[in-house]
């Protein structure tokens, strides 16, 4: 009976999941048709596969400009943040100050604020200090994903028994040999844990690229949000993307174990 209320139960969770993936599967199949299968009344589902579409949209001449600013700006604001983090995790775990708790509060507060409400003060203030630049987006990036960060791998830090550090010590190990070279290791599973959602946080950022962002510095949201006003509005823009999901969707793929212990703020350990 046991076993059966099993399969009942992985079989609606593959049910739902095939749910979900529905609207991916019907963005990889406009990627591929032509013109005629994408106005087929009724729709068709059975069709020759075609690279029209995606060889359009590589041809753009921005189209690896704006793929290549996401890559950078994704992959350095959220080393940066977890650089940033780490620091901090380290002093309010092992000094722990009186002010912890509330300090812990107010950053992730900091998250709570919606975009929008921002906009306006951040965009005096980039105009006033020449922050208009790709410099300027990685350093808001980057301080955007810290909060985040610090309460992900404050968890894993703590779990980290203060024996450790102590015996490095009296063997002679400085601060930063303790930090980087005994602490930092052990709490791996976090750090990839805050990376993921770093990356993705910043890859799917729309408006403040879209607001405080200069022509050189606009990423893929912007081009897909920029392709709506083409006449082929729809071949284009689901080729592009199918292009703009497939890194995060790899990443997600092969550290998707980690989703859970980040999610859990490194409560959940047995998992690895």
Request: glycine share 4%.
């Amino acid at each position: 009976m046991t076993q059966q209320r099993s399969r009942w139960q992985v079989g609606i969770l593959w049910l739902a999941a095939a749910l979900f993936f529905l609207p991916m599967l019907w963005l990889i199949m406009t990627a591929f048709k032509t013109d005629d299968d994408l106005l087929a009344v009724p729709p068709r589902f059975l069709f020759t596969p075609t690279l029209e579409r995606i060889n359009a949209m590589l041809a753009e001449p921005n189209t690896l400009p704006y793929f290549l600013n996401s890559v950078m700006f994704s992959l350095a604001s959220a080393a940066l943040a977890l650089f940033v983090a780490f620091l901090a995790v380290y002093a309010l775990s092992r000094y722990r100050p009186r002010l912890s708790q509330p300090i812990l509060f107010v950053l992730l507060s900091t998250r709570m604020i919606p975009s929008a409400a921002m906009l306006l003060m951040l965009f005096q203030l980039f105009n006033l200090l020449k922050l208009r630049n790709a410099f300027g987006l990685l350093l808001m990036y980057t301080a955007l994903n810290i909060p985040l960060s610090v309460w992900i791998l404050k968890g894993f830090v703590d779990s980290v028994s203060l024996r450790f550090d102590e015996t490095a010590i009296v063997n002679g190990a400085s601060i930063g040999h303790v930090m980087f070279r005994v602490v930092l290791p052990q709490i791996r599973p976090g750090l990839i844990a805050a990376f993921i959602f770093n990356f993705v946080f910043v890859w799917n950022e729309w408006l403040f690229n879209l607001i405080l962002g200069t022509p050189g510095t606009q990423m893929l949201p912007y081009a897909l949000g920029l392709g709506l006003e083409r006449q082929d509005a729809t071949q284009y823009v689901s080729a592009l993307a199918l292009a703009y999901v497939l890194l995060p969707i790899v990443i997600v793929f092969v550290f998707q174990r980690y989703f859970l212990i980040g999610m859990t703020f490194g409560t959940v350990r047995d998992e690895m």
